[in-house]
């Protein structure tokens, strides 16, 4: 294969990947990913890194510690997924996606051995940044879980510390239909004698991180018991302020283990996520008058913050954008949402989508809703419909805002 486009139509179409496909690409071992990275050499364990899991906010955690260690002049990994435009996205350097040569040849030195193992989408693209990042020799990567913790591909390094930001219900499937079954599969990311921070608990989950910690010897941070100063950020949606505090105190962990970070690193860091690190989709304001903000939130939790922020926004009339893809319930994320909005369901463009047929089945009479084939289809309609001081929120799935953004 010898360009980009070519490479990423193999990945996409000739390996699983749950993003788009569901469950079916999920393996319940590390085996795949461990005999791929010892084939490799073992790249995880050529540099440092920080874990983060959690329900939501794990990505914009670890956008946010990325930031403060760029600022304090360190040169930073950092692999998160899903990517929104380019596979790239999920392995940069200080802000840089992953060069398209590498990719290519990456997948071409290593195609034989890819196929033969049946390696899955995530556990390639884990491996191949875990690659990228050592033979770059960066100082410190920041290692985003993909889903769960326990049996996650990510769940192979040997961090300085873990960071758990929360706990919701998503991927029942896989993790378990309570908060419990889901913090005891986050909590596999514990590892022996490596400091945990945990960003929020509830009452059914804090005794299981207390517990796991203690089975591993491993100091314990429960950010919401800490009284943290008031940091700003670029990222404006108030639920990112949990997460300012939680990558704060991870911060101030990794400092009191001697990585030279200030104060001073910290607080312009939190300001310069975007900058420094190109996240977008969080509360993604894509233009004003009228105002069109994009959002990744995708589970009842997530989408409870949206809420929140769309309740605190000055608008005359919300139009949504929504499409969702196929192991949602819909429902229930409606009803999180003004019922007297003006709603433009579409379907993204993967193979889990929602078919607009089965959206029509789920949603509610009493809605005002209009359903088109595109993303593009729906958000053009909901512009020619709104007025100058109308918003416009475009979300449901992350696939939906990788179309937009």
Known sequence: MKNYNEVEQWLFQKLPMFQRVGATAYKANLDNIINFCKYLGNPQDQFKTIHVAGTNGKGSTSHMMASVLQEAGYKVGLHTSPHLKHFGERSRINGQNMPDVFIIDFVNQHKEYIENSAASFFEVAVTMG?????????????????????????????????????????????????????????????????????????????????????????????????????????LKGIYQRKNVKTAAQSLRVLKDLGWKITEENIIDGLKKVVENTQLRGRWDVLQQSPLIVADTAHNPDGINQVKAQIAATKYDQLHMVLGFVNDKDVNSILSQFPQDAQYYFCAPNVPRKLEIDQLKEVVSSDLNAAYYTSVQEALNAAKKSAKQDDMIYVGGSTFVVAEVV
């Open 130 to 234: 875990f690659a990228y990042f050592a033979k770059q020799k960066v100082d410190i990567a920041v290692i985003e879980t993909g889903l769960g913790g326990r049996l996650d591909s990510t769940n192979i390094i040997h961090p300085e510390i873990s960071v758990i930001t929360n706990i919701g219900i998503d991927h029942v499937s896989i993790l378990g239909d309570n908060v419990k079954d889901i913090a005891k599969e986050k909590a596999g990311i514990i590892k022996e004698n490596i400091p945990i921070v945990i960003g929020e608990y509830l009452p059914e989950t804090k005794d299981i991180f207390k517990s796991t910690a203690e089975e591993k010897n491993a100091q314990i941070y429960f950010v919401q018991d800490l009284n943290l100063p008031g940091y700003e950020s670029d």
